[in-house]
């Protein structure tokens, strides 16, 4: 019933900047805390950054400084400015939600969305 959709993922520099976007739909109430997530080739899937619905933020050590997460819960959706990207920033980065169903309100469930490929080179 609940789908995320990721988007703005590409091809970019070294230095350069994306902003994805994660769009929540379905039967959903509210969303408590919104992640991005991202797993490279023959890496383990990672946290790089939460966001509580009344957006306290956490980020990976790796990310700090150069990513930063926002949510807008009006419209379900959940960003990730990522600048001074570096190569090792090559990854696939999946939304994850903790969402508040409306037939099923009394606990969140996890949701995932498909991924938005990141690669950063020359």
């Known amino acids: 019933q609940v789908q995320l959709v990721e988007s703005g993922g590409g091809l970019v520099q070294p230095g350069g900047s994306l902003r994805l976007s994660c769009a929540a739909s379905?039967?959903?109430?509210?969303?408590?805390?919104m992640r991005w997530h991202r797993q490279a080739p023959g890496k383990q899937r990672e946290l790089v950054a939460g966001i509580t619905r009344g957006g306290d933020t956490d980020y990976a050590d790796s990310v700090k400084g150069r990513f930063t997460i926002s949510r807008d819960n009006d419209k379900n959706r959940v960003f990730l400015q990522m600048n001074s990207l570096k190569p090792e920033d090559t990854a696939v980065y999946y939304c994850n939600a903790d969402v508040r169903e409306t037939m099923s309100p009394s606990y969140a469930r996890d949701f995932w969305g498909q991924g938005t490929q990141v690669t950063v080179s020359t």
């Open positions: 379905g039967n959903i109430l509210y969303i408590d805390a």
